[in-house]
């Protein structure tokens, strides 16, 4: 069955400090991938997506994604957070269907 | 304003009642999906339909049906609401499945 997990259920840190959310998927096909952000308040955006190609994909924001296809994963990641980006962020899978991950909240402090 | 709109965004419902979620999109997506989103689950998809006329389910359809008469409109139905049900609703669409959702506001449900 096709799924989607994210290990880090809540992160704590403090501006400038560098990010990185896990993400890892099964599912036994080609999968194009996705990451979201709900920030507080608000519903769900498009923070990145990898459909083919270049692995390393950049998003909005500053921050970018890299696939590996050898671990199933597709780990979320910017080198200097700001307290915007205090949010939510989902991962998620298009198999036969769009599945998300149970979400990361991140938490980043002044 | 082009999107997904949800109705209602707040609804507060007995055990046993039934009630109609609506959505509707404007962008002539064949695309459209329900999810629900709980504390610590993420988003679990419920019903999806890539066409009118056409629906199939998702992760967690159970107490729960669709319909997609029009491209337009993709309406989300509880025939007797059951207190598990409290959740926020977020419906969405897109050109295909395989692009990018765009996501209506939500609609908050608590079931008593």
């Known amino acids: 069955a096709q799924s989607v997990s994210q290990h880090n259920h809540h992160v704590i840190l403090s501006e400038a400090a560098s990010l990185e959310l896990g993400c890892n998927y099964s599912?036994?096909?080609?999968?194009?991938l996705f990451w979201y952000v709900q920030y507080p308040g608000q519903h769900l955006q498009l923070l990145l997506k990898y459909f083919s190609g270049d692995p390393l994909v950049k998003g909005i924001k500053g921050f970018e994604a890299e696939f590996i296809k050898s671990k199933f994963s597709f780990n979320l990641r910017k080198p200097s957070v700001q307290w915007s980006d205090t949010a939510e962020y989902f991962c998620a899978a298009l198999g036969d269907k769009l599945i998300f991950g149970t979400g990361t909240r991140l938490q980043v402090f002044p | 304003n082009a999107g997904v709109t949800q109705t209602p965004k707040f609804q507060v419902l007995k055990t046993g009642q039934s009630m109609t979620l609506q959505c509707a999109q404007d962008m002539n997506h064949e695309y459209m999906s329900w999810y629900r989103q709980d504390p610590g689950m993420g988003l679990r998809l419920i019903h999806y339909?890539?066409?009118?006329?056409?629906?199939d389910q998702g992760e967690v359809p159970n107490g729960y049906n669709v319909s997609r008469s029009t491209t337009e409109d993709f309406p989300l139905r509880l025939l007797s609401a059951a207190p598990s049900q409290t959740s926020v609703y977020f419906c969405?669409?897109?050109?295909?499945?395989?692009?990018?959702?765009?996501f209506g506001a939500g609609s908050r449900l608590t079931v008593l």
């Open positions: 339909s890539v066409g009118a006329g056409i629906t």
């Open positions: 969405a669409s897109s050109l295909s499945g395989a692009n990018v959702l765009t």
């Open positions: 599912y036994g096909g080609t999968v194009n």
